[in-house]
């Protein structure tokens, strides 16, 4: 799927808008360009689509907000990435950015393996910034799964993995509703997931993944899309 298949396609339909938010990775890394090209987005705008695929941004974001999240850093180098991992500690989560998540996804444990997951996840990530995240261990991964309409919440969903964190949610198995979480954590996850929602102005699914151990939570990342 291209910019220029789904213009052609837009402009003889005569659409009145394009759905980004299904149809996985690709439609949401088409929102910029689409929108840049005057399709009319229909859903969350495609700049809020940016500030939440973005490392940088979503991070700035989250720091404005006095949300927690894991010690992380964009990858410049391999020197750079091993020094950050130093300095934070073994294990290291390696992923790039603007990709299906999951794709290249790997827990680097020394530097050895970190150097050889930087290289196959800057091969997927094309010209985009790859990611060295502190691996956080005994940590519960928690999906918070809803549907939104000018940044208010209109329904959601909390699941909890049976498997701790650093199992893609893809592979994993996912207990829904969640059953073993501490009330505070419950309610932590869904004062976040407003207030993410409120900051993105989202409209249409959203999926956001925190990661929690006892009652520290801590966001992961936001999909803006089924």
């Known amino acids: 799927m291209s910019l220029e298949r789904v213009l052609d396609i837009y402009e003889r339909e005569g659409a009145a808008g394009v759905v980004v938010s299904v149809g996985g990775q690709i439609p949401n890394n088409l929102a910029g360009p689409l929108a840049q090209s005057g399709a009319h987005i229909l859903g969350t705008a495609a700049r809020d689509i940016e500030r939440a695929e973005d490392r940088q941004q979503f991070s ?80 519960k991964e928690i999906e918070f799964d809803g549907v939104a309409s000018g940044g208010k919440i209109l329904n959601y969903a909390i699941g909890e993995h049976l498997e701790n964190a650093g199992v893609h949610s893809g592979d994993a198995t996912v207990i829904l509703p969640a059953q073993k979480l501490y009330v505070g954590t419950i309610r932590q996850i869904k004062k976040y997931g407003a207030a993410i929602a409120k900051a993105l102005n989202i409209t249409g699914p959203f999926n956001i993944q925190f990661m929690a151990t006892g009652n520290d939570v801590m966001v992961i990342e936001c999909n803006l899309r089924a």
């Open 60 to 139: 700035d974001m989250l720091d404005d907000m006095g949300l927690k999240q894991p010690a992380w850093s964009v990858l410049n180098s391999k020197d750079e990435a091993v020094e950050f991992s130093n300095n934070v500690g073994f294990p290291v989560l390696v992923r790039p950015s603007f990709v299906l998540s999951g794709a290249a996804m790997r827990v680097a444990s020394d530097e050895t393996q970190l150097r050889n997951f930087l290289g196959l996840a800057a091969d997927v990530a094309d010209d985009k910034p790859v990611v060295v995240t502190k691996f956080v261990l005994g940590a």
